[in-house]
């Protein structure tokens, strides 16, 4: 469901790299005639495999079977975070640990546990003009993912531009989130109860649900 | 320099000693340079500086290096795929050099170069950024990294041809070009080797200037797992 | 984005405007986009920084743009082919910025790239070094070079498929690559136009993302020197 | 006669840059088949070519045509002054200006005159395991190019390991050239009266021409 609305997000013809977990599944909603997904590990032009047709030595950067576009082409890793951090890559759909207030993202390390892992999100938060965080709304055990500031180290210093979750849609406007849609049944209420982060709520939607 | 081509991965890993600098290419076991590897594991050398992406998985390729003690030091961007990599840094056995994928990748590139460091806007005002120079350029704040070079490198091609010029396949190309221009040695393991002239000149990715030597792959990736070759 | 293919380099060329910074491939004649050059001598747009090895040759090629007085500036490696070039330095009427080819060509990768700059041990100590930074690293004397980006990138390559992927021929490539990652609108002047899937994806050298208008080249180098195609 | 001398300089095998000049010379004198010629416009594997197969876009970096031996590559200009400035040039071959006692280059601009062009003079100088500068003894005025300290601007501060004039060959060795060999007639007496560089004279060929 957060899959589907990130994908709706995405203008025809854009170049898409997706992060691995939630948007991932994104690819399954993208007409692959009219989008290129881009892959950290190599690829321009990512689509899905049938199970016959698995090449152990063609992954995505989740390291799961994928296949070739027509028009693909590789490239090694450093001329692939070259288009990423050279702003070629026209949006990142990321997940997340936590967003907040001001916009920034934590999606790497978990305080008190070994941090020795990063991978490519530093430079796709910080390189694709466009930055989509896709993520339940609260983690596993209830507790807010939108906070008012990162408790979680930050990933970049760059703010997400939208923030697709099960129950909402926030967008960066001037200085701070605005809530521009509920998802399925969620009340405005839902959303306040189960967010810490700061948010407007869009005029049109505010007055559509309290009407 | 000619190339030297062998079917003895034992003998061109002798290159590597005690103490060396190891470049190591492959995006988990994709476009891993598995013989050459494995041929490490047999190698007496220890006290090793690790550069690549991940330290393999538990007991899996790079990992049973460290599982032997042979590791002194891990350069890359995702230990995570080996749980083992936390409890020896724990333990204090192990050091670790965490770096964004693509300051890692773009490192490499500059250590091959002969760039001695650059700026990047990844990772500015963030835990890995501690410690490092910052700069303003035009306005925007970049962070400095320095080049990665390695005494050996371990790559794996596609194919060679007998002077040492390499192309790769799919995603299994990852780090191993920029790795095989940052090494002072540079070893190449290949599924197969054909006569100079048979590689097109314009799609050649890795020219011989950059390979010391090139042995064919025994053991392969296939979608039932590492195998060895017939 | 989608790539525009079109036969009209008139039309794509209005994307440069008066004070714009415009690379332009090409080593002499060699890889020059002759056909988009021309275009630009066509167009009403003044004040332009170029970016390019070369200044063309006196009335050739980006040297009938500076005869035209459209030139404000000019970054290059080697101005010497065109005497005219001197002539309107000394003059004040043309800035010039030279620098190795190295550092230009590393230049143009890094603003591709997202790197803010780089140190490099060419120049330092030589008059090209006055008033640039340097700094030691591993006991080595480095100098920062900052990375060049351009508003439009004129480049030639020699097959464009409809996705807009590229490939280029023998020593016609040279700066081409770097340029169509450097720039803001990126045209390609190419001498075919073939079906998306014709290029094989392991020898594509430009992927489709960097670039926004492809046209057939009109001008083209022969043995005899530039003629029309027919 | 330079030329085929610094021939001989080179072991078989090498990757070896060959600059404008005397130095693209040199190249007569390679058996093709045991080194390999780069050119910093994008080519590993220069070779010769008949006038009946000149491609007008195959040149070298002097623009003259040439040809591509088997297991040739083509790359673009950052990756072909990567390899220079990576070290992975074996022996680069240049002409000067001036070359002086402490082993500094000049040979890319004279003063007074407008500084407009470098190409790749510097990288070369910077990035080749080894240098070898083939240059007349005396400039066309009569003046030594072997001179105490350059008056024209250098090209790098990185020493040039061997000069081959046509009077003699120097190599560098510790702290400054020695003079081991003289060609042709050439004496000893000529060098000394064409040479304002500091040298010194190898112990072998000073036993021979004086004994």
Sequence with gaps: MIAKRAAEELSPHSIVNLGIGIPTLVANYLDKDNYYLHTENGLLGVTSVEEEDIDPLLVNAGKLPVGEAVGASYFHSADSFAM??????DVAILGALQVDSNGLVANWAIPGKNIIGVGGAMDLLVGAKKIIITTNHVSKDGSPKLVDKCSYPITS??????????????????????????????????????????????????????? | MTVAITEEAQHVIENVQTGDTIMVGGFGLIGSPLTLIDALTKRDASELTIISNNVGEAGKGLGILLQQGKLKKAVGSYFTSNREVAQWYNEGKLELELLPQGTFSEAIRAGGAGIGGFYTKTAVGTDLAKGKETKEIDGETYLL????????????????????NLVYYKTARNFNPIMASAAKYVIAEVDEIVEEGELSPEEIVTPHLYVDAVIKSRLILTKDGVIERE
Excluded: P, S
Excluded at chain 1, 161 to 187: N, P, Q, S
């Design chain 1, 84 to 89: 990423i951090r050279g702003e070629h890559v």
């Design chain 1, 157 to 211: 210093n760059r703010k997400a531009d939208v923030i697709i979750t099960d129950m909402a849609v926030f967008k960066w406007k001037d200085d701070g989130y605005e809530l521009t849609e509920l998802i399925g049944d969620t009340t405005l209420n839902d959303v306040e109860g189960h967010t810490t982060a700061a948010y407007r709520i869009n005029e049109q939607l505010l007055q559509k649900e309290t009407k």
């Design chain 2, 145 to 164: 990294e320095k080049a990665l070079k390695a005494d050996v490198a371990l790559v794996r091609a596609f194919k060679a041809d007998t002077k040492g």
